[in-house]
């Protein structure tokens, strides 16, 4: 499937650091559009296998961080949310993030979703007419919520001053159960690619501070690990 690109400024995904080895931590659940088809169908063994690698935040091996923050990470991502204040103020002090650009970040989080909704409704009008992947409410409704997903996992990547956070055995496996739930992959890859750029005119060209860059480069290596995983073969080992 070819992913879209949009017209307006963003980071190169290619620009983004790729990661391998073992991974220190797993941060894993199925995302929001999965949990809403799978509640009206029962999941097969295929499926739950694939729910259990979907992965769409790692820790790198070579990150360092304390037990402490490390379990910051895992109790965020476990309940599917922001970093609390001082979660995110202890992370930065580590990282050298700065908390503030971050903080930014999260307050935009709900318009640049709602600005990527427009521009899907505009760029693929086919996909909520009757019959089309996001037609009824609760698969729209978990296309925007899984695109705050991705937003949210951006943020823990800049808190801990780490961009390659993309786990590309677990995105092949996010990419199948999208492939078996219908759901429309081409048009949230645009839709990642209209957040960035939506963010990035929010700042200023000449003043892009390392974190902010962080932040563009978390979105950008969201939709090349979805890119690249079109040409992985999924497998239990993973």
């Known amino acids: 499937m070819i992913l879209l690109k949009s017209s307006g400024p963003v980071v190169s995904s290619r620009l ?13 659940l199925p995302t ?3 949990r809403s088809s799978m509640e009206q ?4 063994a295929h499926m739950k296998a694939l729910i259990a690698q979907a992965r769409l935040f790692t820790l790198p091996n070579s990150l360092s961080l304390s037990n402490e923050h490390v379990q ?3 109790e965020a991502d476990q309940a599917k949310r922001l970093l609390h204040g001082e979660e995110l103020q202890a992370l930065c002090s580590e990282s050298q993030a700065d908390q503030e650009d971050i903080l930014n970040f999260q307050r935009l989080m709900p318009s640049l979703v709602e600005h990527a909704k427009s521009t899907l409704h505009g760029q693929f009008p086919q996909l909520f007419t009757i019959g089309g992947s996001l037609h009824t409410p609760d698969r729209s409704k978990a296309c925007w919520r899984d695109l705050w997903h991705f937003l949210r996992i951006a943020s823990y990547g800049a808190a801990i001053g780490e961009a390659g956070f993309c786990d590309q055995q677990g995105y092949a496996a996010t ?6 739930l219908d759901v429309p992959v081409d048009a949230m890859a645009s839709a990642l690619l209209d957040m960035a750029s939506t963010y990035r005119a929010q700042l ?3 003043a892009i501070s390392a974190t902010q ?19 992985l073969s999924w497998s239990t080992t993973g």
Do not use: F, N, W
């Open 213 to 231: 860059q962080l932040l563009l480069l978390g979105l950008a290596g969201i939709h090349s690990a979805l890119e690249e995983s079109h040409h």
């Open 32 to 34: 929001q559009i999965m």
């Open 16 to 28: 983004l650091p790729q990661t391998s080895g073992p991974k220190l931590s797993l941060l894993s």
């Open 72 to 74: 910051y990470l895992l």
């Open 175 to 180: 990419m199948e159960l999208y492939r078996l």
């Open 204 to 206: 200023q060209p000449s």
């Open 41 to 44: 169908q029962s999941p097969s």
